[in-house]
T-cell receptor, first 114, second 116 residues
Framework: AQSVTQLDSQVPVFEEAPVELRCNYS??????LFWYVQYPNQGLQLLLK??????LVESINGFEAEFNKSQTSFHLRKPSVHISDTAEYFC????????????FGAGTRLAVHP | GAGVSQSPSNKVTEKGKDVELRCDPI?????LYWYRQSLGQGLEFLIY????????KSGLPSDRFSAERTGGSVSTLTIQRTQQEDSAVYLC??????????????FGPGTRLTVT
């Protein structure tokens, strides 16, 4: 079985400041890792994913996440946030080779203030 | 193209009534998933369909919950004898089994269920 822990339920930050949203997972098998974003009053959208290869993955809007196998982490970072990044961010895992269900963390609400 | 659609967008029902929630996946997507998003529980997996069969029903919380999928397309999630703890946003997602291993699930806007 897999589980995901997002250590911060809320992260307030000022515009143009850096941010890190933390995600740790537990699994007895290898996993794929995902970050989804939910903007206010919108559905879940895939932000980025780690399947294999380079442990650093990037999104088109400046977010990046690094898979750290030894620490079982997949933290999400952005060097300079915008007001439009205000949203809820969910970390998720899927077992390799298993059914495609995603196991989600509880979510982190990122609030960017001017 | 059209994304995943769900209906109704909002449903208010009285405790004890049955409800049906509908999901229309992206055309051609063979895999379909139901999740539940509730306060205090986060996002929980409910059930996974591959075609019309459900190889993983492990997330259904009780036997009051059931789901079916017909024609490899539309799915219906049914909750019988609703309880207040069933209040949540029910999300549907679909994915293509021939997506080259991308494993991306596309989510619908959800159905907000309120049990009074």
């Amino acid at each position: 079985a897999q589980s995901v822990t997002q250590l911060d339920s809320q992260v307030p930050v000022f515009e143009e400041a850096p941010v890190e949203l933390r995600c740790n997972y537990s699994s007895s098998v290898s996993v794929y890792l995902f970050w989804y974003v939910q903007y206010p009053n919108q559905g879940l959208q895939l932000l980025l994913k780690y399947l294999s290869g380079s442990t650093l993955v990037e999104s088109i809007n400046g977010f990046e996440a690094e898979f750290n196998k030894s620490q079982t982490s997949f933290h999400l970072r952005k060097p300079s946030v915008h007001i439009s990044d205000t949203a809820e961010y969910f970390c998720a895992v899927k077992a390799r080779g298993g059914y495609n269900k995603l196991i989600f963390g509880a979510g982190t609400r990122l609030a960017v203030h001017p | 193209g059209a994304g995943v659609s769900q209906s109704p967008s909002n449903k208010v029902t009285e405790k004890g009534k049955d409800v049906e929630l509908r999901c229309d996946p992206i055309s051609g997507h063979t895999a379909l998933y139901w999740y539940r998003q509730s306060l205090g529980q986060g996002l929980e997996f409910l059930i996974y369909f591959q075609g019309n069969s459900a190889p993983d029903k492990s997330g259904l919380p009780s036997d009051r919950f059931s789901a079916e999928r017909t024609g490899g397309s539309v799915s219906t999630l049914t909750i019988q004898r609703t309880q207040q703890e069933d209040s949540a946003v029910y999300l549907c997602a679909s994915s293509s089994s021939s997506d080259g291993g991308n494993y991306e699930q596309y989510f619908g806007p959800g159905t907000r269920l309120t049990v009074t």
